[in-house]
């Protein structure tokens, strides 16, 4: 374990190991930590940013990715990324991870998501039907300086303002307000009590009342129609949308190569009976839920699946849709089994210690939401090539959401940027010495400031990367498959 782990939790090498026992400091004890991490680390350290002499190419790093993934999805991978800087920057996490290892850090650990950028940030129901805002994408979390999700929420702000068109000041607004949310919410769990902190949580009644003061009427309005649509994204959403009846059985509809049936891909491979795998993957995986859930996913039956192309960052790796009925055949149940690779993180804070991937993600998005999805579990499987890999499953629609940057002003921006920070703090004080991180950054706008010189330094270094992207696919270097 690293050095680095904060003294406030306990914690295992690895999996099935005991755990170590570590002291609990007083909160004077955990207040002067904070302060005299400032003087190994000024929180000014943190301003700028500039490339190493011995940078890895990004490229390189894509590529790197790339083998590990399904050859003729990555070529989608990197035409969506083609699309903007901001869209290169979303699939860029093990870039970013690189550039931030060798980046100031104050030495508390939280547990962090690792891909923090503002489009993974939305709002989802609740297991009690409310509708909440929270972080929303964890295939990279691991514990971790919680700095580095900081730099990668703000300088996600700075790089959607430049692709929004934003004057630099507006820009500069947008990413403190964001910072000064994170601070001053840590400032406030600081002082709150465990059970309080770990309670804490934003419905999206109370995000509308926070918009309230930061938006026109209109955009208000708009904000309250894009949550009435997040309330009909659900299984029978995805049901009407993505199947048709083939002789009198419901099946997924191919759209190659965004989504193609399970037979269309074990033909030839010598699985005749899909199905039964599937219904056999399907029990082994409901071990990893709680009892209760468990009951509940056993009165649905298995019908159909299919491969799905998500996300940006994610294209290439192998998620799957998998459609269940209950009782009759308007009782859907659609579930997303997504892929779980290795951390980014890995490589610069050390090993996971879950064995299973799936479970790492399952384990870290426990953590960092208010509350996770009723059937997020995981699964270990045997692919049609033979090789073994892990997954986590959750449903696939359950009132999803998220906000509408291309269209967004800088005034619901930056309140945006504020409710982001605000989320973002919460999850990183569940696990992390909330008490020493408050103390670190203290009351003045130092650190504010410096993540804002930071992020647009770091712009300016993703549209360099944007530009070789550009250049390694008209060089032929890598293909890109545009317009999907």
């Not at 910072?179 to 995000?207: C, G, K, P, T």
């Not at 955009?219 to 002789?247: I, P, Y």
């Not at 082994?284 to 209760?292: F, N």
């Not at 064995?355 to 870290?364: D, E, K, L, T, Y």
Request: net charge positive; with cysteine; glycine share 8%.
């Amino acid at each position: 374990m690293s050095s680095e782990t904060q003294s406030s939790t306990t914690s295992g090498a690895r999996e099935g190991q005991p755990a170590r026992r570590v002291a609990h400091l007083t909160p004077q004890e955990r207040v002067a930590r904070g302060k005299a991490a400032r003087n190994e680390t000024p929180r000014s350290s943190h301003a700028g940013w500039a490339p190493a002499t011995n940078r890895l190419d990004p490229i390189a790093l894509l590529e790197e990715q790339a083998t590990s993934r399904v050859p003729e999805l990555v070529p989608l991978r990197y035409g969506r990324m083609l699309v903007s800087p901001f869209t290169f920057y979303r699939g860029a996490a093990l870039i970013m991870a690189n550039d931030l290892s060798p980046t100031p850090r104050s030495g508390f650990i939280s547990q962090i998501c690792g891909d923090a950028h503002l489009s993974n940030f939305g709002v989802f129901a609740s297991p009690e039907r409310r509708l909440l805002f929270d972080m929303n994408d964890f295939d990279e979390t691991l514990p971790g300086p919680w700095e580095w999700d900081v730099k990668r929420l703000a300088a996600s702000f700075e790089i959607a303002g430049r692709d929004r068109g934003f004057a630099p000041a507006d820009r500069r607004t947008i990413v403190t307000a964001c910072v000064a949310e994170y601070r001053s919410r840590m400032q406030q769990f600081a002082a709150a009590r465990n059970l309080d902190v770990w309670y804490a949580h934003i419905e999206v009644e109370q995000l509308l009342e926070l918009l309230k003061t930061s938006v026109t009427k209109k955009q208000k309005a708009k904000a309250e129609a894009n949550v009435a649509k997040a309330r009909t994204r659900d299984s029978m959403q995805a049901f009407t949308k993505l199947t048709h009846d083939v002789d009198g059985h419901r099946r997924i509809i191919s759209d190659a190569p965004l989504i193609v049936p399970i037979e269309e891909l074990a033909a030839g491979t010598g699985h005749d009976d899909v199905g039964g795998e599937l219904r056999g993957l399907i029990r082994s995986y409901r071990r990893t839920l709680e009892t209760d859930r468990r009951e509940l996913l056993e009165s649905f039956d298995y019908v159909h699946a299919a491969r799905k192309v998500v996300g940006v960052g994610s294209v290439g790796t192998r998620a799957w849709i998998v459609l269940l009925l209950g009782r009759d055949g308007q009782d859907p149940l659609f579930l997303q089994a997504k892929e779980a690779q290795e951390s980014v993180l890995e490589r610069f804070v050390g090993k996971s210690k879950y064995v299973n991937h799936g479970q790492r993600v399952v384990a870290g998005q426990r953590l960092m939401q208010a509350a996770s999805d009723i059937f997020l579990g995981w699964q270990r499987v045997k692919g049609f090539d033979g090789q073994v890999r892990d997954f986590y499953l959750r449903q696939l629609r359950d009132w999803k959401g998220s906000a509408d940057v291309d269209t967004m002003g800088s005034g619901p921006m930056t309140a945006y940027a504020r409710v982001c920070g605000a989320t973002l703090a919460r999850a990183h004080a569940r696990s992390g010495d909330r008490i020493a991180i408050a103390s670190y950054l203290g009351t003045s706008d130092t650190f504010d400031r410096a993540i804002a010189a930071f992020s647009s330094a770091y712009a300016d270094q993703n549209e360099r990367d944007y530009a070789a992207l550009v250049d390694a696919v008209e060089s032929g270097r890598l293909e890109a498959q545009t317009g999907m």
